[in-house]
Every structure is written in C-alpha cells, then in structure tokens.
C-alpha cells in the first residue's frame, strides 16, 4: 500500500475549570479555559461539544449565554473540529492581517472527551463557503513575500504565488475536500515579513482526480482539497516543474 502523507496540522489540547461567580444576590457557572497550556478566557460561558458556537467572553452581570462577547463558530472538518472567530465568515467584516485571530483545530476523537458532554457528530460541516473565506483571510498579502522554498527563479520572494493563488481563489469555481490524497506531494514554504519570521507551508500534488493542495501554515486548514480552483491556483509552470511526473 502506498504511504501518504498525514495531515501536518497539530491538535491543540483544551482544558478548563469551572467556578461559581458570584454577584449580591445570586451565582451563574463560567469557565477558566486553556488551549495548549495557554489561559484563553478567564470567564468563558460552559460549552457542550455540540455547540455549534461558544462564547469566549461569558457576560459577568447576568451569566445568560449569548450576552457576552468574542463568538466563535464551531465546525466539522472530516476528523478534526475547529473553532473560528465569527466574525470572519461574514466577508463584509474587515480585519488586517497582521491582527487576526487564532483558527483552533481540535482531534474529533478527543474534543468530546474534553468537554465531557454532547457530541460533535451534530456539529454542521465547514461549508465550501466558508473554506474558501477562511482561506483568503489567512492567506498572506503578496507584499509580505520573503523567499520561497524550493527556490524559483521566475519568482525569488513566492510574492508572484501568493498573488495568483489568492486572485483565483478569490473568483467562482468548486473547492471541495478530497478522500485521496496524493503519494508524493510537495512541500512549498515562503517566508513572511513578520515578527517571528513565520512561514506559509502549503503541500501539492496530484491524485487520481488531479491536483490537490493542503494548507498546513498561513493559512491553516486541516485537509486535502481539490476542485478547478485548487488546479488553476497551482497548474503552474514553477510548480508543475517540482511535482514528480509519471505517477501521482
């Protein structure tokens, strides 16, 4: 059987700690929560693993879920479940770049473990809307293009592929999750002009039905995807040149 390759994208761990906040006259349960050891909210409304919305901020007057601030959208990704802030779905909403919130992706088979309660299975699927949001948010300004590995000599900076992949992505065409990923993808880092000196890692190939993509850094999303847009995005001469030919 041919080994491929495993989704590059780590888990991260959620735990909390429920306490009793008090007012004059009466009590409501809010939630110290950490994701990956760090403190995330102090007074997080209590969650189920099949909300498909938490509230990250739980109002401190009342204790009544929906009246605090900071909503994130909770979603379904093939066996990971991520949390996104709400505000991003609705493309209307601007936010730069260089302050986005944190996209969290938990392990499907851990999430309802850590919450103790629900069941995921009825939280609603990422739709292909909201992929192709999520990525075009998280996608990189072509500006910001340091370096690209492996080297290009058509583009040094990967500024000319940050470019082309978001004008594609951003016009009409499918992009949908693929069952099969390819045997032997690429891997494509860029360096950004940012502090910490992140990378964009992104892998390609081709499968059976053609080329597929998996965005693991900048942006981050859990799966392989196919579709025309995914194939235009990277039917490129520089990459075409990097994937190996023959078999997929």
């Known amino acids: 059987m041919p080994e491929f390759l495993a989704i590059p994208i780590k888990s991260s761990s959620l735990t909390y700690e429920p306490y009793q906040f008090s007012g004059e006259s009466y009590f409501f349960w809010l939630w110290r929560v950490e994701i990956d050891g760090e403190v995330f909210s102090k007074t997080m409304s209590p969650i189920q693993a099949s909300d498909a919305r938490v509230e990250r901020y739980g109002c401190t007057n009342c204790g009544v879920a929906g009246d605090g601030t900071g909503f994130y959208a909770v979603r379904r990704l093939g066996g990971r479940v991520v949390w996104i802030y709400e505000e991003l779905l609705d493309f209307e909403t601007v936010r730069e770049f260089e302050n986005l919130p944190e996209f969290f992706v938990f392990d499907r088979n851990d999430y309802g473990a850590m919450l103790g309660a629900g069941s995921d ?89 053609g080329t597929c993509a998996m965005f693991a850094a900048f942006p981050k999303l859990p799966c392989w995807l196919g579709g025309q847009q995914i194939a235009t995005a990277f039917d490129t001469p520089g990459i075409e040149r990097l994937l190996p030919q023959g078999e997929n």
Do not use: Q
């Open 121 to 209: 299975a009825e939280l609603p699927e990422l739709t292909m809307s909201e992929m192709r949001t999520l990525i075009l948010r998280y996608l990189p300004p072509a500006s910001l293009g340091l370096y690209i590995n492996p080297e290009c000599p058509y583009d040094p900076s990967g500024s000319a592929l940050l470019k082309h992949v978001h004008l594609v992505l951003s016009g009409s065409g499918d992009i949908t999750p693929v069952s099969e990923p390819p045997e032997r993808p690429i891997e494509i880092r860029i360096g950004l002009d940012l502090p910490g000196a992140p990378e964009c890692c992104w892998f390609v190939g081709k499968n059976d039905a």
